[in-house]
């Protein structure tokens, strides 16, 4: 039987890197549910596995290629049934046919813009005569996915990219290659995606994009102008977005921030480097300085905000006193967060011709450290915060202990409520009274449902 006319083939989605691969799978689930797919949660029922994957380091590859062959033999035990394997996203792109060679487990490779082939390469592959194994890979200015209302989280923030792509040219990064050039949703687009949100009961957003803070159409509307266009739609109550590029995080884009009570104040503003000698290895386009004037000026114009970001250690060349600065940066600016990562040389970028000369164990050294260091400075911030009032949302039940909940603040802490009545969606306010790790423990004062 044809199944295209009236599809039973149900699909199984796994999601691997960035929130920009979480919101492609939504999108992805809109697209296949259009043409009858169903949806799984259960691998074993699955006709259709799919992988969306990231490439950003080499260890982020070797899941998946594992993670397939550990899906082979768990199917093999439990079906004769022939069960599809696909690889989406930046590996797709980034080896394309190499995926489906000869003798591999891989029946499929769609890069991240061809998602709208999916559905007639899956019929292809499920009622195809020859049932020929497939790759579809490429960059496609004129495509923007858009993913439903409908395949939106619940509670929590619903993303919203407004662009793809990053012309960015930073040495270490396979990202331009995978995601290809900047190429902007336009605004109608990206107001009327958040109009949606609004309309199925979302009052979050997180705006998404390899480098939010690049964002300009037609030369008229940059992204502070953007991001005071989403705060005047009616029924949205709270606009995140990332990440944002330290280079573009502008006087009128802080005063933006600032000026919109709906924008959150927690800003992920990856440095990379503490380096200036680094920081021009890897062509990151602002030095330390720059950095930390913008740091600055943030704190003092706006009220509550936070900090967090990305660093890489063990880039080629970098001394134990380049190290040294990243660390000390650290200790300045005092970020709520960093996520940090070792150095990973990627096939065909910049920084593939320098010798990856830090030797792995030092790597490994270096990351342990700066995580050491991150703790320091976190406790001293946490610490710092016990006995304010704090206002978030509730978002959630804490998975422990019982008749707890999780509450977020607009500047992105993360508070634990105990014994409290309150419900999701609610806002409260709570008296921080303790924290652990990253999560604070809060006292509800008062609840506006
Ligand atoms: N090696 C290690 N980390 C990398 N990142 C990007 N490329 C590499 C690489 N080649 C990190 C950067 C970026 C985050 C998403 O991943 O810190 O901000
Ligand atoms: Fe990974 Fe970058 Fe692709 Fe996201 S865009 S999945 S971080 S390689």
């Keep these: 039987m044809n199944r295209q006319e009236n599809s039973t083939y149900t699909v199984f989605l ?47 590859e070797h899941r998946v290629m594992s993670r397939v062959g550990e899906l082979r033999n768990r199917l093999a035990k439990h079906t004769d049934r022939r069960v599809i394997i696909g690889i989406c996203g930046c590996m797709a792109e980034r080896l394309g046919e190499e995926l489906i060679a000869n003798g591999s487990k891989v029946d499929l490779a769609v890069g991240v813009d061809q998602y709208d082939l999916l559905p007639s390469m899956l019929f292809q592959l499920l009622n195809g005569i020859d049932r020929q194994k497939s790759a579809a890979v490429g960059h496609r200015s ?19 990219t407004i ?82 590029h330290p280079r573009d995080m502008t006087d009128e884009l802080l005063h933006t921030i600032a000026a919109e009570s709906k924008v959150c104040p927690a800003l992920h503003v990856p440095l990379q480097s503490g380096s200036d000698r680094i920081l021009r290895r890897m062509k990151r386009l602002h030095d330390r300085d720059e950095y930390l004037t913008m740091v600055q000026k943030a704190k003092t114009w706006i009220p509550e905000v936070t900090f967090s970001s990305d660093f890489i250690v063990g ?50 050294h270096r990351l342990a450290k700066l995580m050491a260091v991150q703790q320091e400075v976190w ?39 105990q014994n409290a009545d309150v419900a999701v969606g609610d806002e409260v306010e709570a008296r921080i ?11 509800p004062l008062t609840n506006s449902r």
């Design 379 to 417: 406790f001293k911030i946490a610490s710092a915060q016990i006995g304010q009032s704090w206002r978030g949302i509730v978002e959630d039940r804490a998975r422990r202990p019982e008749n707890a909940w999780r509450m977020r603040t607009a500047n992105n802490r993360k508070v634990l409520l």
């Design 14 to 60: 796994e999601t691997y890197g960035c929130q920009m691969n979480v919101y492609d799978t939504s999108a992805m689930h809109g697209i296949l549910d259009r043409d009858g797919f169903r949806r799984t949660a259960d691998l074993t029922e699955a006709d259709v596995i799919l992988l969306n994957t990231c490439s950003v380091r080499e260890h982020a």
């Design 142 to 160: 004129d495509v923007h996915y858009v993913a439903p209302p409908e395949a939106y989280p619940q509670n929590n923030s619903h993303l919203v």
């Design 163 to 244: 662009h793809k792509g990053c012309d960015y040219r930073c040495t270490y990064c396979i990202v331009p290659e995978t995601r290809g050039p900047q190429r902007e949703k336009s605004p109608d687009v990206i107001l009327s995606e958040i109009q949606r949100v609004v309309a199925s009961g979302g009052e979050e957003i997180t705006l998404l994009g390899q480098n939010v803070t690049a964002y300009h159409w037609e030369g008229t509307l940059n992204f502070a102008g953007l991001l005071r266009q989403a705060a005047r739609l009616d029924g949205i109550k709270r606009i995140r977005f990332l990440t944002g």
């Design 433 to 443: 009274v303790g924290f652990e790790h990253s999560t604070f423990k809060g006292e």
């Design 315 to 364: 880039f080629p060349g970098e001394s134990e006193r380049d190290f040294r600065d990243t660390l000390e940066v650290l200790r300045t600016v005092e970020y709520d967060q960093v996520f940090s990562f070792k150095y990973s040389e990627r096939p065909g970028t910049p920084a593939a011709r320098l010798a990856d000369d830090v030797p792995l164990v030092e790597k490994k």
